[in-house]
Structures are given as structure tokens and as C-alpha cells.
């Protein structure tokens, strides 16, 4: 009940791509936290692009501020600078970034008067969120030390990311969410949502059987 469908395989192969990458973005001057900010901001625009209804340009926006997120800790990695303060500062920019995307969506649906779509987007968020809690407690709690916790979970935020994304650019293929205008992007927008929320609260719960079942081990020793 603990699988995800990014495996620590896969993982592995994406940051021997983005180690280069990152080292050459370190030379022409960008530091860890430079990248973390670029990442942060990044997502700042592809939620102003969702809040105006720009969807293409927020589903880009999304999967690239997505793959530029390796950068900082690859760098930070590479060039020996990896520091509690920079994974803290991280993790916190991180969850920031969702949050805004998941924000300007919640205000596009608003100008759209789709109450159902803005409830769907805090729904979405709030699990998601629930998601990172749930790992970072367990952790501090020293339950799944290291990354470990990062495989537990059907959707991680690597797999929220691309179903985002591909909602999006759903909503973009059937005209935004302006009924008036002829959009018919509502319906694809509800069940990205939707299935982001329900896939992200089934990963809550297996993380907390998973912390549950490492609890009873350790009583038994």
C-alpha cells in the first residue's frame, strides 16, 4: 500500500540530468538559494497566467518551474554548499509555489463565477498539502529517515504536476471557463481537480499506515 508511481529508479535518472544543468547555471553565477527564488517566482507567474486565464501559459509555467526545482538542490548538492537552511528554505518555497498556482486558479474560477471549480482548487491544495505534512512530520518524528518517505504514495508532487498540467492545457483546448464566451473548459478543470485531491488524500492515508506499521515494528523490539 506504499507504492508510487515515480520509482527511486526514475528519480535517480532525472537527477542525473539535471545535475549538469544545475552546475552550468552555477557557473554563469546562480547560487541554491538564487535557483530556490527563480523556482518560487517561476510559479508566481504561471499562477498570474492561471488567475487571467492564460491557461497554455500556466500549464508551461507549471511543468517548467517543475523541472526547474532540481536545480537548487542538485546544485547545492554538487558544489558541496547542501545545508539544513537551504532544505528548509526549500521545502518552504516549494510548498509556497503550489499554494499560489492553486490560488490563481481558485481567482480565475471566481471571475468565472464556477464556485465549483474554486472549491475543487482549495480542496486540492489542502490535500496536497497534507501530502508534504504528512512527510515532513514523520520525518522529525524520525519515522522513514532520508528520502524515504518521498516513495511512499500514489501521487508525490511529481505526479501532481502532471496531472495539473494536463488539466490545464485541457481547459485551455475547450476555450477557459467564461460560459459567455463559449468556454468549455469547466468540466476538464472540476475533474483535474478533483482527481488531484482524491489521489493526493489516498497518498495521505497511505503515509499514515505507513508511519502507523513502522510505529508497531518499533513497539515490538
Keep these: 500500500m506504499t507504492g508510487s508511481f515515480v520509482s527511486d529508479d526514475l528519480r535517480q535518472r ?5 545535475d549538469p544543468i544545475a552546475l552550468g547555471l552555477g557557473r554563469i553565477g546562480f547560487t541554491p538559494t538564487a535557483l530556490t527564488l527563480v523556482g518560487f ?15 497554455l501559459t500556466g500549464a508551461v509555467l507549471v511543468l517548467f ?12 548538492r554538487a558544489t558541496g554548499r547542501a545545508s539544513r537552511l537551504g532544505a528548509f528554505m526549500d521545502s518552504t518555497f516549494d510548498r509556497a509555489g503550489e499554494a499560489v498556482v492553486y490560488l490563481g486558479i481558485v481567482y480565475a474560477a471566481a471571475a468565472a463565477e464556477f464556485a465549483v471549480g ?4 482549495a480542496a486540492a491544495m489542502a490535500s496536497a498539502f497534507l501530502v508534504s505534512y504528512t512527510r515532513a512530520r514523520s520525518e522529525s518524528l524520525g519515522f522513514t529517515p532520508g528520502r524515504g518517505m518521498a516513495t511512499v504514495g500514489v501521487a508525490p508532487r511529481e505526479v501532481r504536476v502532471v496531472i ?8 485551455h483546448l475547450g476555450g477557459g471557463l467564461h460560459e459567455l464566451t463559449g468556454g468549455d473548459g469547466r468540466t476538464p478543470l472540476a475533474a483535474t481537480l478533483l482527481v488531484i485531491a482524491v489521489l493526493a ?8 499506515v505507513h508511519v502507523m506499521n513502522q510505529a508497531q515494528e518499533q513497539e515490538q523490539k
Design 164 to 171: 495539473l498540467t494536463a488539466g490545464l492545457v485541457a481547459v
Design 118 to 121: 474554486g472549491l475543487l482548487a
Design 65 to 76: 518551474g517543475s523541472v526547474f526545482d532540481l536545480f537548487d538542490g542538485a546544485l547545492a
Design 14 to 18: 532525472v537527477r542525473g540530468v539535471a
Design 41 to 55: 517566482a517561476i510559479a508566481m507567474a504561471a499562477a498570474i497566467a492561471c488567475a487571467l486565464g492564460q491557461w
Design 201 to 208: 488524500t489516498f497518498t495521505v492515508i497511505q503515509r499514515i
